[in-house]
């Protein structure tokens, strides 16, 4: 079946760092991928869509110069978190739909912690 | 404001019997439902979806159980197996799947041996 991989798993950094965050689709191509936080006890809230080769949309109340998003081919999609501070501490995780009638794949996910 | 709730966090059933998950939405511009599983350190995996034109889709043990006029979804597991044991979401969406999601905030199974 499809696969979404999403690399790293886990990241613990200081504040102020960024943090690059990889989605694949590793055997389909991805013509939209997503990218989703979910707070503790709290649902997978979209963060911003990104199609191959053009600008990301993003959702209300998302900074786009704080999650800066890459849609460099059909198989990968980058979230680069700037300047991360504690409040952005949070489970991120990315999904892929191919073209057809499919369902969004998703990738395992990134825990990230700001200390 | 949620417009997909699931009202149970938490259910527990016996092995062999009928879990039934519950999803309630608001938007009725949603045309597009679909019901996720998620074990720990584990992304979503898709289990079943359903279109708003339509009121029931069967796949093996899982049903899908649409009522348009309540604005109510349910998933049917039967029977139920400890393998099972995990947390369901229910998402919903616009142009049939195409578009993003909206999840509820998932209701976690355990089932027992």
């Known amino acids: 079946g499809a696969v979404v991989s999403q690399h790293p798993s886990r990241v613990i950094c200081k504040s102020g760092t960024s943090v690059k965050i990889e989605c694949r689709s590793l055997?389909?191509?991805?013509?939209?991928m997503f990218w989703y936080r979910q707070f503790p006890k709290q649902s997978l809230m979209l963060m911003a869509t990104s199609n191959e080769g053009s600008k990301a949309t993003y959702e209300q109340g998302v900074e786009k110069d704080k999650f800066l998003i890459n849609h460099a081919s059909l198989t990968l999609s980058t979230l680069t978190v700037t300047s991360a501070h504690p409040e952005d501490s949070s489970f991120y995780i990315c999904?892929?739909?191919?073209?057809?009638?499919?369902?969004?794949?998703f990738g395992d996910g990134t825990r990230l912690s700001i200390l | 404001d949620q417009q997909v709730k699931q009202n149970s966090p938490s259910l527990s059933v016996q092995e062999g019997r009928i879990s039934i998950l519950n999803c309630d939405y608001t938007?009725?511009?949603?045309?597009?439902f679909l019901w996720y599983k998620k074990y720990p350190a584990e992304g979503p995996t898709f289990l079943i979806s359903i279109s708003s034109i339509k009121d029931k889709n069967e796949d093996g043990r899982f049903t899908v159980f649409l009522n348009k006029s309540a604005k109510h979804l349910s998933l049917h597991i039967v029977p139920s197996q400890p393998g099972d044991s995990a947390v369901y979401f229910c998402?919903?969406?616009?142009?049939?799947?195409?578009?993003?999601?909206?999840f509820g905030k998932g209701t976690k199974l355990t089932v027992n041996p």
């Open positions: 998402a919903a969406s616009f142009q049939g799947g195409s578009e993003k999601l909206v």
């Open positions: 999904s892929a739909i191919g073209g057809g009638n499919q369902p969004q794949h």
């Open positions: 938007n009725s511009m949603f045309d597009y």
């Open positions: 055997d389909f191509q991805a013509t939209t």
